[in-house]
């Protein structure tokens, strides 16, 4: 349901909690959260309008997004944690503005949630898919109170929701337990996603000139911070709610122009400059346009064939982007080698890498349009993993999320 600015709700938050997650109080957090779904109307309990819609939300609870938005767009919902009982109180409530009094009282425990008229009652799992498209992961939606015991559990929480399921191999399993400690130190500093963006960006151009000036060693250690860096503006975008389409923008696009430069200056360090540069144009012309053809290869795929990621399509998709040709894979080739003393052998690996995964690529490319066209449209693996997620099959377990985060959280009362 497409929801207009005239159709949103005017939001209430009820009650508080004092314990912040990741810098931020639970009020806090709901009001950035529906500033980013749209909802800029916040009002006090006394001044709701009684003519309109009105999200109540309790300020003691997380929410994941994808539930808030869920809620947005069905009126007439009432939305309690998993497992409550008939009696239980409310955590939300997306209701007519004269039923605003006694969803407020369920929000508070004061009656139940099914006193409230003309609402249907939900729980997160009712409510919302555990299909998280923008993360390209499989997540239970969840709706958690805000305890002070459970501050670290909670984090840790947002922290590992903050990932996506489908990326390369260092991202997954390098990158996250340094990424906690530094989102953690910038949080508690006050530095904001872009100045973290806007310090990759100073790196990439700085990686450039020692490449091309030869100095691998040191042009591969700043490398490898950039890609770190590059982890840890997203998540900490993701867990402080600042992320913004400005902020968003600037790191995708600086993220799928910059490899090719890199690449180019390499080759030119291992030339020692002009006119020995020249002899590698045919490797370079192969990389850089093989790596166009790549993403091409995802775009149509996503565009014109299925509408979502090519890497979620079928499981052994999400195995292909975990190592397949992009930057940090490449960089692991232009590593080893350069640790053997052969930079020139790195680029030589780069490009048959790329080459030999653009043609995968563009092979599920056409199996993907094969498939539209004699079953229909296609759907994402990851969204057929309804149900428990902690009795995924073992091909599944890589791109599912932090189990025994979410075990400690549901069991935790």
Known sequence: MTMTTASLPVACLVGGSGVRLWGLDGAERLRRQLRAIG????????????????????????????????????????????????????AAAHVHGDAVRVAAAALRGETAATAIPSATVCTPSTLSSVYVRELLKAAPPMLLPIRGERRAALERYLFDGAYKGVTDLVTKWVWPAPARQVVRLCAWLGIGPNAVTATSLVLVLVVIALFA?????????????????????????????????????????????????????????????????????????IIVVGYIAGRLAESFFKWYVSGFSMFTWRPVDSYIRLIMARRNP???????????????????????????????????????????????????????????????????????????TVRQLVQCP
């Open 39 to 90: 909802v800029a109307r916040i009002a006090a309990e006394g001044t709701l309008p009684s003519d309109a819609s009105v999200l109540l939300l309790r300020a003691d609870y997380l929410f994941d997004d994808r539930t808030l938005r869920d809620l947005v767009a069905r009126p007439g919902t009432v939305l309690v944690p998993e497992g409550a009982g008939v009696n239980a109180a409310a």
């Open 330 to 404: 490449n960089l692991l080739w232009l590593t080893g080698f350069t640790l053997g003393g052969n930079p020139q052998g790195g680029l030589v690996a780069v490009a048959v890498w790329t080459v030999v995964w653009s043609l995968v690529l563009w092979l599920r490319f056409a199996q993907g349009a094969a498939a539209r066209a004699r079953h229909g449209p296609l759907r994402p693996w990851l969204a057929e993993l309804e149900g428990d997620l902690t009795q995924l099959p073992p091909y599944a377990r890589p791109f599912a999320p932090n189990l025994s």
């Open 213 to 285: 000036g030869a100095h691998f060693g040191v042009g591969l250690l700043l490398a490898w911070t950039m890609t770190f860096l590059d982890t840890v503006d997203g998540k900490l975008a993701r867990v402080t709610v600042t992320s913004t389409p400005a902020g968003h923008y600037f790191d995708h696009v600086m993220d799928l122009i910059h490899p090719p430069f890199w690449y180019i200056a390499w080759a030119y360090g291992v030339a020692g400059g002009l006119p020995a540069f020249g002899e590698f144009t045919p490797l370079l012309l």
